[in-house]
């Protein structure tokens, strides 16, 4: 079995939160980390959208909560990054895994990395395609 490994940004969980469907993270990857202060911006307020899921599937240990080992990127300044896209990037640069973004600047800092980049959107994509999904319509725009 490959281990695939993936780490989290903020957007894309809490999307994945509020549509129900942090589970396809377990369908798709092996291991899903999710850096500590990444966490901290889902579940700053609780009653929001998508937090309560975030904080059932980290009590259910669906995802692993780590912060990188190196605390700079190593030349650039990156300043342009919030703190959790940061601490994303640097994770998965550590981990040699893909990274799971939607804003775009962290994308761009992303790929300048040569890391794998996926967006919500083509998880949910990869999802359907592979049967975890049935109808992306109806996961996407619930009733």
């Not at 939160?17 to 700053?44: A, R, S």
């Not at 998508?50 to 669906?62: F, P, R, S, Y």
């Not at 640097?90 to 967006?119: F, M, P, Y």
């Amino acid at each position: 079995m490959t281990i695939k490994l993936i780490v989290c940004d903020a957007g894309p969980l809490i999307a994945l939160g509020k549509i129900n469907q942090l589970q396809l993270l377990n369908h798709l990857y092996t291991e899903i980390y999710v850096p500590d202060v990444v966490l901290k911006e889902c579940l700053v307020n609780e009653t929001l959208p998508g937090a309560q899921a975030i904080k059932i599937a980290l009590a259910n240990k669906q995802f692993i909560a780590k912060s990188p080992l190196t605390s700079t990127f190593l030349e650039k300044d990156y300043s342009i990054l919030d703190a959790g896209e940061k601490e994303a990037i640097l994770l998965a640069k550590e981990l040699k895994a893909s990274v799971l973004i939607d804003e775009k600047r962290g994308r761009t800092v992303a790929n300048a990395l040569s890391l794998k980049v996926i967006g919500t959107a083509g998880l949910l994509l990869s999802a359907y395609k592979k049967g975890f999904v049935s109808n992306l319509t109806r996961v996407v725009f619930k009733d």
